[in-house]
Antibody, heavy 121, light 107 residues
Framework: EVQLVESGGGLVQPGGSLRLSCAAS????????MHWVRQAPGKGLVWVSR????????RYADSVKGRFTISRDNAKNTLYLQMNSLRAEDTAVYYC??????????????WGQGTLVTVSS | DIQMTQSPSSLSASVGDRVTITCRAS??????LNWYQQKPGKAPKLLIY???SLQSGVPSRFSGSGSGTDFTLTISSLQPEDSATYFC?????????FGQGTNLEIK
């Protein structure tokens, strides 16, 4: 059974840092592109970042570029999101999602349960 | 960035009704369009990919159509468990943008 389990969320002050993790199981993690998507309370879904199966082809949303860093450890089956210089507007539930990548067509076929990040003083 | 606009933002329908949600892209995205269902407090669930392909395990009352800029998600016979928010998503180009969501309520 495919499972994605996020951790690392919590309350942080503006300007602070957090590192989110997404532990994958039930599939060959090293073969899949992965994404982070966030959802502010009561709002819609916003794509945050993407990383290819081998750790290359990294892309970010403009709103987080230069502050967030996506990475992965295929030996540990884990995806990461390092978040620095956090702002109030980064407050959201952060989801990791697997990209099924069907011949160049991306879709997010499995999602974690999400981890809440709250940026507040 | 490609803007995705869904309509309506919310709707209320009865069990057994046929329901259609539309999604319009600000430029042509071919069939790089996915639909997700999200229930309160839960992660999104993939329903439809590449505009019209039904994800494994999703009931056949869900269907998708469209290409280019205009897309639809149809529920042929609404069930109580279909109460949720529905999002479209384009994966034609980064950033992979989502529609603002359609909140579907069962009367």
């Amino acid at each position: 059974e495919v499972q994605l389990v996020e951790s690392g969320g919590g309350l942080v002050q503006p300007g602070g840092s957090l590192r989110l993790s997404c532990a994958a199981s039930g599939f060959t993690f090293s073969r899949y592109w992965m994404h982070w998507v966030r959802q502010a309370p009561g709002k819609g879904l916003v794509w945050v970042s993407r990383i290819k199966s081998d750790g290359t082809y990294i892309r970010y949303a403009d709103s987080v570029k230069g502050r967030f860093t996506i990475s992965r450890d295929n030996a540990k089956n884990t995806l990461y999101l390092q978040m620095n210089s956090l702002r109030a507007e980064d407050t959201a539930v952060y989801y990791c999602a697997r990209d099924e990548d069907l011949g160049g067509y991306s879709n997010f076929d499995y999602w974690g349960q999400g981890t809440l990040v709250t940026v507040s003083s | 960035d490609i803007q995705m606009t869904q309509s309506p933002s919310s709707l209320s329908a009865s069990v057994g009704d046929r329901v259609t949600i539309t999604c319009r892209a600000s430029q042509s995205i071919s069939n790089y369009l996915n639909w997700y269902q999200q229930k309160p407090g839960k992660a999104p669930k993939l329903l439809i990919y590449t505009a019209s392909s039904l994800q494994s395990g999703v009931p056949s009352r869900f269907s998708g159509s469209g290409s280019g800029t205009d897309f639809t998600l149809t529920i042929s016979s609404l069930q109580p468990e279909d109460s949720a928010t529905y999002f479209c998503q384009q994966t034609y180009s980064i950033p992979y943008t989502f529609g603002q969501g359609t909140n579907l309520e069962i009367k």
